[in-house]
């Protein structure tokens, strides 16, 4: 017989306004109790096991669309058509689309992009390297992925600032004051939609070498992908793929600023780059955790969860759970475990864009290495509240011997 998950005896985890290190602590020994633990939002998993298996069970759905659900976006123009965005989605709507789009975010589709990556990281650099200081996060990962994904999706240069903005402002979604911030938001999606809609005319009419065209090519079994539906994906790609690898990069050189030694051997060795991007992405993620609901009353490890139960994901528990990494706490490049990091997700919301993103860190850690050394944190660092989502330094100082 299942017990019931509100009748059993758990610890309860709360790491809101702790350190990272406090937080981690709190973690694991919550996790050295129970694989469930009672939290604000309902019940958070902590065991890399579980949060993979409960990712990768489909009776659990992702709780990002309560928030299109939320009062405030009822009506809007921004939540009628985010109901419908990958990130959402569930069963066979959500299937069709990753089968459809998959092809276009294949390693070897990320693999084109390379040289542009390096292009765009060298030339932020050499904004500030001469100046042997910078904010990394104003400076360098702020800007660098908006050219990416506008190259991906065929966007010429002259618009970048367009989408910055536009990113910007679709972002403030995850803000707070969504009433005060709707107009704004809905503005920045329209005139996105808008810009969008018109590319796709020009590529249908027009087919080149960008994610757009991949997309408006694809077909399979006469299923092809509407104009709605490539807008919307364009949509989710900005969305999902600046502030995530922004805030990944920046946590990322964060760290190692931490670990000179590691640091230089990744300036001399940039083969290492691999290694730095899976080892920084599980010591310090920028996604830290996601959720899910039952769909329906679900059975797991003999509990019932209830149809409508929160579960909270903890990417950063499962990223440090001992049964999986020999001393998890200790950050090592060259770490050989096989396990991967748990920062892109699992199951059928796996990032989609995890390709990209590796790659765009793998071009940009070398060159950072490289071109600042003896890389050091220059004052204070400024981290942004617990309550974001894709979290890492609003501000982040470093000194280093000027190139
Ligand atoms: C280091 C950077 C990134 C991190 C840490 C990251 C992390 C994640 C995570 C954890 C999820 C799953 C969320 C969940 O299960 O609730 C996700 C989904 C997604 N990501 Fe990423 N992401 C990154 C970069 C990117 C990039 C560059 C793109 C696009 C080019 C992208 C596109 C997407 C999309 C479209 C989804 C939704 C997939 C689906 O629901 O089927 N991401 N990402």
């Known amino acids: 017989m299942p017990q019931l998950v509100s009748e059993l005896d758990l610890p309860y985890l709360d790491t809101v306004g702790l350190e990272r290190r406090e937080a981690v602590d709190a973690i694991a020994a919550a996790r050295s109790v129970h694989w469930l633990a009672r939290s604000e939002l309902g019940y958070s998993v902590t065991r890399q096991q579980d949060v993979t298996a409960i990712l990768r069970d489909q009776r659990f759905h992702s709780a990002l669309s309560m928030i299109e659900q939320s009062p405030e976006l009822q009506g809007s123009s921004a939540r009628d058509r985010r109901g419908e965005s990958i990130l959402t989605m569930e069963g066979p709507g959500h299937a069709r689309l990753r089968r459809l789009v998959a092809p276009a975010f294949?390693?070897?589709?990320a693999e084109r992009m390379r040289p542009f990556m390096r292009e765009v990281v060298t030339s932020l650099v050499d904004g500030f390297s001469a100046r042997g200081r910078c904010d990394l996060v104003a400076d360098l990962c702020d800007p660098y992925p908006i050219p990416i994904i506008c190259e991906l999706l065929g966007a010429p240069r002259e618009d970048w600032k367009l989408f910055s903005a536009w990113a910007t402002d679709i972002f403030?979604?995850?803000?707070?004051?969504?009433?005060?911030?709707?107009?704004?938001i809905k503005k920045a999606s329209a005139e996105l939609d808008e810009y969008v809609g018109a590319l796709i005319l020009e590529r249908r009419a027009r087919p080149a070498a960008d994610l757009l065209s991949d997309l408006i090519a694809v077909e399979e079994g006469g299923d092809r992908l509407s104009s709605d539906e490539l807008v919307g994906l364009a949509e989710a790609v900005l969305m999902a793929g600046t502030d995530t690898t922004r805030n990944q990069l920046a946590c990322s050189v964060a760290l190692l600023a931490d670990h000179p030694d590691q640091w230089r051997a990744l300036a001399e060795h940039p083969e290492l780059a691999a290694g730095a991007v899976e080892e920084t992405m599980r010591v310090l993620g920028a996604v830290r955790g996601t959720s899910r609901f039952a769909s329906v009353d679900v059975e797991y490890r003999d509990v019932l969860f209830p149809a409508g139960t929160m579960v909270a994901l903890s990417m950063v528990s499962a990223n440090f759970d001992p049964e999986v990494w020999a001393d998890p706490g200790r950050m090592d490049i060259t770490r050989t475990t096989r396990a991967q990091q748990m920062t892109f997700g699992s199951g059928v919301h796996f990032c989609l864009g995890a390709s990209l993103a590796r790659a765009e860190l793998q071009e940009a850690l070398p060159i950072l290495a490289r071109r600042l050394p003896n890389l050091a944190v220059d004052g204070q660092v400024d981290w942004k509240p617990d309550s974001v989502g894709i979290w890492g330094p609003a501000r982040l100082p470093?000194?280093?011997?000027?190139t």
């Open 398 to 402: 470093l000194a280093f011997d000027p």
């Open 172 to 184: 403030r979604i995850f803000n707070a004051n969504l009433v005060e911030d709707l107009p704004l």
């Open 106 to 109: 294949t390693p070897r589709s």
